[in-house]
C-alpha cells in the first residue's frame, strides 16, 4: 500500500512541527490584567502560569473579593493560552481531526 507509506512521512512531519511549534509556545507570554490592573496574571502558550502581581490598595480588598478576582484572572488567562494552543495546532493539523492532537 504507496499510500500508507506518504501518510506515515505526513504525519512525521505534522509530529515534528507540532514539536517545533510546543517549544515556541512555551516561550510565548499572554499578561492579563484584571480589576483595572489590580491584578496581573502571566501564563505562557503552554498554560504555565509564569508571573502574579498585585497591586497595593487591592490587597486591602475583602479576602473573599480577592480570591475571586485572581481565580477569575486566572481562568481568563489560561484560556486565553488554550485559545493560542488551539488556533495554531489548527494551522499545523489542518482539517485533520486525529483524537488526541492539540
Known amino acids: 500500500m504507496p499510500g500508507v507509506g506518504k501518510l506515515l512521512k505526513q504525519a512525521q ?3 515534528k512541527k507540532m514539536e517545533v511549534l510546543q517549544e515556541e ?3 510565548r507570554e499572554i499578561e492579563i490584567s484584571s480589576g483595572g490592573g489590580a491584578v496581573k496574571i502571566k ?4 498554560k ?3 508571573a502574579i502581581s498585585f497591586d497595593e490598595e487591592f490587597l486591602k480588598e475583602e479576602k473573599e473579593f480577592i480570591e475571586e ?12 493560552a488554550t485559545e ?3 488556533e495554531e ?10 483524537p488526541g492532537l492539540g
Not at 501564563?43 to 503552554?46: A, K, L, P, S
Not at 484572572?73 to 486565553?80: G, H, M, P, R
Not at 495546532?89 to 486525529?98: A, Q, R, V, Y
Open 43 to 46: 501564563v505562557n502558550g503552554q
Open 69 to 80: 478576582t485572581v481565580l477569575n484572572s486566572i481562568q481568563e488567562a489560561l484560556a486565553k
Open 13 to 15: 512531519k505534522m509530529q
Open 48 to 50: 504555565k502560569v509564569i
Open 89 to 98: 495546532m489548527g494551522k499545523i493539523t489542518g482539517s485533520l481531526n486525529f
Open 84 to 86: 493560542m494552543n488551539e
Open 25 to 27: 509556545l512555551e516561550l
